[in-house]
Nanobody, 125 residues
Framework: QVQLAESGGGLVQPGGSLRLSCAAS????????MGWYRQAPGKQRELVAT???????NYADSVKGRFTIFREDAKDTVYLQMNSLKVEDTAVYYC???????????????????WGQGTQVTVSS
């Protein structure tokens, strides 16, 4: 089993920055892909960014150039650096992890093995 704990959410003004953290514990050696999702009220869950154990990254078009996903293996932690935040980035952000290497159709459907509890990000003036 793998446990994921997100932190770093909060309230920020448009144009500001936040860094989310996802600390993994348990059988982390089984994990090959980690990702960040978000879900805003009344909207479908959206895959924001993913990173593999090899360091390959992918981003949703809506966040390209503004968000960066990276990992710190020494701390078993994946981060999501969010810059130039917009009101429409407001959502609950979830960390996810899976033994699969790379994002296949199952992961695109949101069927990841492990999920965190989520952290609220609110962008508002």
């Amino acid at each position: 089993q793998v446990q994921l704990a997100e932190s770093g959410g909060g309230l920020v003004q448009p144009g500001g920055s936040l860094r989310l953290s996802c600390a993994a514990s348990g059988s982390i050696g089984s994990i090959n892909t980690m990702g960040w999702y978000r879900q805003a009220p009344g909207k479908q869950r959206e895959l924001v960014a993913t990173i593999t154990s090899g360091g390959s990254t992918n981003y949703a078009d809506s966040v390209k150039g503004r968000f960066t996903i990276f990992r710190e293996d020494a701390k078993d932690t994946v981060y999501l650096q969010m810059n130039s935040l917009k009101v429409e980035d407001t959502a609950v952000y979830y960390c996810a992890a899976d033994p699969k290497y790379g994002v296949n159709s199952r992961l695109r459907r949101g069927e990841w093995h492990y999920w965190g509890q989520g952290t609220q990000v609110t962008v508002s003036s």
